[in-house]
């Protein structure tokens, strides 16, 4: 099997946020102990393995370090990305996945939809919440809620960049709650005190920072899943339009910042977005 490493939502290596890539032959993906093996054995947050069923059509299974998920953004970017250099996709395109059928633009820029995005549960205890961040006490303008766009996550306000930048979660902590909520991470976010632009020319919405020790990923530094979700909350909450474009930045803290784009169109279908440079390929060897 060949396996490529590709980072995911930057245009340079070692930047935005890596994963797996690892491509099949065949008519059936491998044992799910063996993609979970080869996932522990990348150690990156989501390897994906992707089969392709035609020019136009793909099937694609995500697994981090310690189980599948149902659908990894950021791997799926870097899916298509690898697939568009390689020769082996271009245009539109169909994703099948655990979380359903998906449309992703292949090109230079990956445009991918996301599962139909909802607020899945406010969250009214919310001290264990900032407790597991150091926050004891805060008590944020914006609700604390679970929102879905292919996965479960806890949109978590904070008051401000700095805050953001400066928190030491208690992992063990995060991962209970995480747990108790059946949601995959804490994605906290904080809103810019004024319009910025990254040095991609991009107005920034959000600054994010997401951690998801219940998956084995401790903190990520781009994650398409989570801002697609947190793009529903913030349009759902008012703080942005219910249609767009917006741009959310991530992994600052980790010294590999990324962009991850999502667009919002008018019948409500959330697509995130972004660019992928490879980094390294190998064969893997099973015997």
Known sequence: MKYYIVDAFTKRPFGGNPAGVVLLEGDTFPEEDLMLHIAAELRYSETAFVRRLS??????????????????GHATVATFALLHKLGLA????????????LAVEAGERVLM???NPRIVETITDIAPIYQALGLDGYRPELPVQVAYAGLNDI??????V??????????EAVAAV???????????????????????????????????????IPEESAT??????????????????VQGDFNFLQGEAMARPSVVATRVASDGTIYVGGTAAIVAEGEIKTQ
Do not use: W
Not at 162 to 171: A, F, I, S, W
Not at 185 to 212: C, E, G, K, W, Y
Not at 225 to 235: I, M, R, S, V
């Open 162 to 171: 700095v805050t953001l930048d400066g928190l030491q979660p208690d992992m």
């Open 90 to 101: 271009e245009g539109r395109c169909r994703c099948h996945t655990l979380a359903g059928d």
């Open 113 to 115: 939809q996301m599962a």
């Open 224 to 241: 398409g899943t989570a801002n697609a979700a947190l793009t529903h909350y913030l349009a759902t909450n008012k703080v942005i339009p």
């Open 178 to 216: 995480t747990q108790a909520y059946d949601a995959c991470s804490f994605h906290v976010f904080a809103l810019p005190t004024q319009a910025i632009s990254h040095s991609s020319n991009q107005t920034i919405t959000a600054h994010v920072r997401d951690f998801a020790p219940l998956c084995g």
């Open 155 to 160: 949109m978590i306000p904070v008051p401000d």
């Open 55 to 72: 020019p136009t059509q793909y099937h694609l299974r995500y697994f981090t370090p310690v189980a599948e998920v149902e659908l990894c």
